[in-house]
């Protein structure tokens, strides 16, 4: 996938008030399944809200933190 249409499914959920966070990040995870990561969603008890941490490699050095409303 090219990265302006990675882009553009980035940017084409709603994620205002965490509309379609799960949603976003359910497509974030099969995407980097595709590539060998391994990924794993950690849920908030009393939002709902998922995380999701993705690791290529044993022993990875590199992380990168971000949120789904930026």
């Known amino acids: 996938m090219e990265v302006i249409k990675i882009l553009k499914k980035l940017v084409s959920y709603n994620t205002i008030e965490d509309s379609q966070n799960n949603e976003l990040i ?7 399944l595709k590539y060998g990561f391994k990924c794993k969603k950690i849920t908030e008890r009393n939002t709902k809200k998922k995380c999701l941490i993705a690791q290529l490699g044993k022993n990875p050095i590199l992380a990168f933190s971000g949120h789904l409303d930026t």
């Open 26 to 32: 359910q497509w974030i995870e099969e995407y980097l």
